[in-house]
């Protein structure tokens, strides 16, 4: 059987969670999480989690020992040296858990949500690309809301993506979150409609 994979991407807070979320409670797609497995890597006493301790010491730790994420993403996301490196020691293992989920389904379509889809060079995955996109200054103020941040560390997290507009060049599927819930919803089910399930 072939199986359809759908490669989900967009720019941080654009939407990506709302749209997969959508496609898992109303169509049944199985969603792959690339943010879960890249948890996962990290998990206290990892093998990964034990190199970023080396690199950045303990006070990149919280009080439970897990990472502190805000810090973590303070550095990484400031110097393109140290979010080169972090993604090396992650992208190896998402990729594997991707492979490795994939083979145990039998379900002929199945959604990977993969924020770095295309700037991590995992495009070979998927059958076709969907992308998320919403206006830059809605970007900013959803960013802000949802992970509590200035809107320089707003800003400094977006930039540090490959521009919406690239991404939008490379998709199969483009969806606008720039207006309401209904507007995203309708656009989805005519898709699915034309392209899933004609």
């Not at 992208?91 to 490795?100: D, G, I, L, N, S």
């Not at 690309?129 to 400094?156: G, K, M, P, S």
Request: net charge negative.
């Amino acid at each position: 059987m072939n199986q359809c994979l759908i490669g989900l991407t967009g720019g941080i807070a654009t939407g990506k969670t709302t749209v997969s979320n959508y496609l898992r409670d109303r169509y049944g797609f199985p969603i792959l999480d690339a943010d879960i497995y890249a948890k996962e890597a990290v998990e206290v006493d990892s093998p990964i989690f034990q190199e970023i301790v080396k690199r950045y010491g303990s006070e990149i730790q919280l009080e439970n020992r897990a990472l502190n994420r805000t810090k973590l993403g303070d550095i990484i996301f400031n110097d393109h040296e140290e979010k080169k490196w972090l993604e090396a020691q992650i992208h190896p293992y998402v990729r594997k858990r991707f492979q490795e989920v994939i083979d145990s389904l039998d379900n002929q379509i199945i959604v990977l949500s993969i924020p770095l889809l295309i700037e991590a060079n995992l495009t070979h995955l998927v059958s076709e690309i969907w992308v998320v996109f919403c206006h830059y200054d809605q970007q900013i103020q959803r960013l802000q809301q949802r992970n509590y941040l200035t809107e320089q560390q707003a800003i400094a997290r977006i930039k540090n993506q490959l521009p919406l507009t690239e991404k939008i060049t490379r998709a199969d599927v483009v969806l606008d979150n720039s207006g309401g819930l209904d507007f995203l919803y309708q656009q989805i089910d005519q898709i699915v409609k034309k392209r899933i399930q004609p």
